[in-house]
């Protein structure tokens, strides 16, 4: 039998697996994210190693950064020093020989959930992680929404508060610097340097903790967050009426409330007319969402793929 490696390479990891063609994921690991120029490289190691267990015919691709498919190659990262304009996947199959499929590790992880996931049976959805940034899809029957340059989606670029924070893209006010998971996360030691409360290795998860525990300061950031992200959603709620809004991202596993609070906070700002049943949904996929769309991206480049 023929198998699919896969990677999805972020800023600090780079996840990877081995696929069957039906899509059953059947080993998972990660490695640290080497310096940029060295990745081609050690996917080719862990491709070699991976060989030693496994007929490999094809290798999927989720990553970070502004990607162009056809090409395979990464247009723009801010983080991974000196990624942009990398040509991997021509790299990648110069030294494995194998066809490569590169695609942006939010389209590939929506890719995912489309194909066996939270959206399998949805026609019309909305895909969001929450991270270092907000990054999002449209999904309209059933097919990524791309737009006429590939960037259709951008809901952690729109401006939520006009004149706000300064944002990474050059504007100000945009949603992921008010509803991200590091915004959260800033946000949170600014209120906790206020309230002369004492800060050591916050995360996103410990603040989650900390809510579950009763924490006023806590509290106070996670209702803004929640408040925030409601805003930001009521508006992708009025422009797309989805069916369902699938939230992926760290904070959003285990027994967390966020996922019920925001379905709460919808309920009061989405208009009446609108249906008013639990909309936001949690990625059923979660992290291995990206190796599950890498995954589709390469059988569907050998044709051999279920249909989604």
């Known amino acids: 039998m023929s198998y699919i490696a896969c990677f999805d390479i972020g800023g600090t990891f780079i996840k990877y697996g081995v696929f069957n063609p039906k899509g059953k994921l059947l080993v998972k690991s990660k490695i640290a994210t080497p310096k ?7 996917l080719n190691n862990k491709v ?5 267990d496994f007929h490999l015919t094809a290798i999927g691709i989720s990553s970070c950064g502004l990607v162009d498919p056809e090409k395979g190659m990464i247009l723009f990262s801010n983080n991974i020093l000196g990624y942009s304009g990398m040509k ?3 790299l990648l199959f110069s ?12 389209k590939s992880a929506c890719l995912g959930e489309i194909w066996k996931g939270s959206i399998k049976d949805k026609r019309n959805a909305f895909f969001l992680t929450l991270g270092t940034g907000i990054g999002s899809s449209i999904v309209m029957d059933r097919k990524i929404v791309s737009g006429s340059s590939r960037f259709a989606g951008e809901l952690g670029h729109t401006v939520i508060v006009v004149g706000g924070k300064p944002c990474s893209c050059g504007r100000k006010g945009c949603l992921e610097q008010y509803a991200s998971t590091s915004a959260l996360v800033q946000d949170y030691k600014v209120e906790a340097q206020q309230k002369g409360v004492a800060v050591k290795n916050v995360s996103g998860e410990t603040i989650m903790d900390l809510v579950k525990q009763g924490e006023p300061v806590a ?20 422009l797309l009426n989805p069916e369902k809004i699938i939230i992926g991202g760290g904070i959003t596993e285990g027994d967390g409330p966020i996922i019920q609070d925001i379905n709460l906070q919808l309920k009061n700002e989405v208009m009446d007319i609108y249906e008013k049943e639990d909309i936001v949904i949690a990625s059923s996929l979660g992290n291995d969402a990206g190796l599950y769309g890498a995954c589709y ?3 569907n480049r050998m044709n051999i793929k279920e249909t989604v």
């Open 36 to 42: 940029s120029h060295e990745i081609p490289d050690v």
């Open 297 to 299: 991206l390469a059988l």
């Open 95 to 106: 030294l494995t020989q194998l066809p490569v499929s590169v695609e942006n590790d939010v």
């Open 88 to 90: 991997l996947g021509e």
């Open 48 to 52: 070699k190693s991976l060989q030693q």
């Open 219 to 238: 509290l106070a950031v996670y209702e803004r967050f929640i408040h925030y992200i409601s805003v930001g959603l009521t508006n992708v709620i009025h």
